[in-house]
């Protein structure tokens, strides 16, 4: 399965579980998002890949928001999204830019 395939079906994993928990239907979903039930099970699925517009009013349907944020930020923002009581470590450790090894104590 190729990295784009493995996103596709991700994406259209998150889709479902956010609907699931909205108690909304396929049907209820693509008439927010104007597009077809077909259409959007076809995303659900996996089946179909949708361009970042479709993504965008489908989200809202969802009561969700579609952000786009640095790769660098990944780990920060999982970790928001994921505490764990019994970490105490930061989310985020910015890495010295190469070159600055910064003074040591």
Known sequence: MSSESA????????LKQARLAASLTQEQVADLAGISRPRYR????GAAA?????LMNITRALGLELMLIPQAMVPAVRSLL???ADDDLPAFAPQPEEGDRGSQV
């Open 7 to 14: 996103v596709v079906l991700e994406i259209g994993r998150l």
């Open 50 to 54: 949708a361009r970042a517009t479709t």
């Open 82 to 84: 994921q505490p764990h």
């Open 42 to 45: 076809d995303i659900e699925t």
